[in-house]
């Protein structure tokens, strides 16, 4: 175990300095040296012992929400509504549970031991997390740990998930049955073993299911911010032919319609749309939207449920939940042929 000593050992500096930075009083200290300290505390993959760290009681109350959902723009993670809603039940649930929820996105594992080495979190939920370097630091940690929408298998950690491939192939199939067969496919950017690349193979499923051959050009990878999204709706009009499209994401639907409809084209007329988690902003845009529903209020309650049962120490009987989808149909489709 990785301790204040070793990590004062490898930069040459006192043990005093490296605990002052680690508790963040820094203010007399370098900032070369307190870079020093960072670097040396991620490689080495020093993790504070938490319970060491608390004055009077080994809980703090206090459970941290990681984001490492990085797309450019950090601040997009909150003006998702999913992200908000899920948050939201977590947060009310924890309340009636006695504990309080901290917020915070961190970008690379150095990051997230420096938070760690400032606050006393009992236990840490997590989105957006693949077999990486971050995941490798993550796999260290000594706190309970609840993962949501993540495809990583590790006894150590409970994960609450979706059927994300069949929604995005109900969505699919929707279209198709509808007679539509050039469909595009509209995401952020997809990475090996996460909710987006299961989307997408439920997507290339249900197109292979009908014999409709798979067409890369009818990918469209966006941010889902306003911006992006009206890139993404120009480079949809220039494909003629193309009448259906499966969004990953209801927000993101809702601006590439509205970018659609700056480029003179109509939905559901001239272009179908399905979209995906079912929020708010789905029954609000114009046409409404057809898209698959998932229970965002329920997800965020078995993830407490998980965090719960972890810090009392209880047996679980299942570390990974996957909640069902299903289609719901509104205006944003029309039949075809």
Same mark, same amino acid.
Request: net charge neutral.
């Given at each position: ?191 090996? *073993?996460?909710?987006?690349?299961? =989307?997408?193979? #439920? ?6 299911? !009908?014999?409709?051959? +798979? &067409? ?38 809702? *601006?590439?319609?509205?970018?659609? =409809?700056?480029? #003179? ?6 272009? !179908?749309?399905?979209? +995906? &988690? ?60």
């Amino acid at each position: 175990m990785v301790t204040i000593r070793d990590i004062a050992r490898a930069t040459g500096v006192s043990t005093t300095t490296v605990s002052n930075v680690i508790h963040g009083r820094d203010n007399r200290v370098s900032a070369e040296v307190i870079q020093k300290i960072n670097e040396a505390i991620a490689k080495l993959g020093y993790v504070p012992n938490m319970s060491a760290r608390s004055l009077v009681s080994s809980k703090s109350k206090v459970i941290g929400f990681v984001n490492h959902v990085i797309t450019g723009n950090n601040g997009a993670f909150m003006e998702d509504p999913f992200h908000s809603a899920a948050i939201s039940t977590i947060e009310s649930t924890l309340q009636l549970n006695g504990y309080y929820l901290m917020l915070r996105t961190v970008d690379t594992a150095q990051e997230l031991l420096a938070f760690l080495q400032r606050w006393n979190v009992d236990g840490l939920f997590f989105t957006g997390i693949f077999k990486d370097k971050f995941y490798d630091t993550l796999s260290g940690l000594n706190i309970p740990v609840v993962l949501l929408d993540s495809y990583v298998k590790n006894p150590g950690f409970c994960n609450v998930g979706l059927e994300d491939f069949q929604g995005s192939y109900l969505a699919t199939r929707h279209l198709i049955d509808n007679g539509h067969k050039k469909i595009g496919f509209a995401s952020p950017g997809i990475k090996d *073993g996460g909710v987006l690349q299961e =989307r997408f193979l #439920g997507y290339k499923a249900a197109l292979s299911e !009908s014999s409709i051959a +798979f &067409d890369k050009s009818l990918v469209f990878n966006y941010e889902m911010d306003l911006y992006s999204c009206r890139e993404a709706a120009r480079e949809i009009s220039l494909h003629k032919s193309l009448t259906g499209l499966v969004v990953t994401a209801d927000i993101m639907a809702a *601006g590439i319609m509205a970018g659609l =409809r700056e480029e #003179g084209l109509r939905v559901p007329e001239d272009i !179908s749309i399905v979209g +995906f &988690d079912d929020i708010n902003i789905a029954r609000m845009v114009s046409p409404t939207l057809t898209t698959i529903h998932q229970d965002m209020a329920l997800k965020g309650r078995l993830a407490v449920d998980f965090m719960i049962q972890l810090l009392n120490g209880r047996k679980l009987d299942t570390t990974d939940i996957s909640l069902p989808v299903r289609l719901v149909e509104r205006e944003s489709v029309i039949r075809r042929g």
